[in-house]
Each structure stands twice: as structure tokens, then as C-alpha cells.
């Protein structure tokens, strides 16, 4: 693995350190959520644009499933109260 894969992800937490130091648990709360929330969606964009090349069903369920999971996480990510 090269140096060049870890640069955006250690940016990233750096970017939401940051953001929990300065401001509240709540807004990092919220963007970790948003965050898993975008990787559950794009898993299920990936599975539906590999279905041709994998004949396996069961990654077609992973994928909607993970979407699903991703609803409901968003559904929590803005009904938690401060």
C-alpha cells in the first residue's frame, strides 16, 4: 500500500477532530453519521453497477440491505437531540 491511500482518510479525521474540539459532540455526531451514510449508499450503487459482472445474489441483498441500514441511520442522524 502506498502513502497516497492513508492521506485522505487521515485528513478526514483530522478535519473532524477539529471539528469536535471546537464545537459540539453533536455537529461530530453528525458528520460521522453523514459519512456512513454515504458509504452504505455508494456500497449499494456499486453492487447495483457490478450485478452483471457478479452473478452472486447475496452481495445484491448486502447492498440493499446496507442501504437500508443507511435510512435508518439517517433517520437517527437527525432526530437525535442535542
Do not use: W
Not at 459540539?24 to 457490478?50: D, Q, R
Amino acid at each position: 500500500m502506498s502513502t497516497k491511500s492513508f492521506i485522505f482518510p487521515v485528513i478526514l479525521i483530522g478535519i473532524l477532530l477539529v471539528f469536535r474540539v471546537l464545537h459540539s459532540v453533536l455537529l461530530f455526531h453528525t458528520l460521522v453519521e453523514l459519512i456512513t451514510i454515504f458509504v452504505g449508499l455508494l456500497m449499494l450503487v456499486v453492487v447495483k453497477n457490478t450485478r452483471s459482472f457478479i452473478k452472486n445474489d447475496f452481495l445484491l441483498f448486502l447492498g440493499i440491505m446496507y442501504c437500508a441500514i443507511s435510512v435508518i441511520d439517517l433517520m437517527h442522524a437527525f432526530t437525535v437531540k442535542g
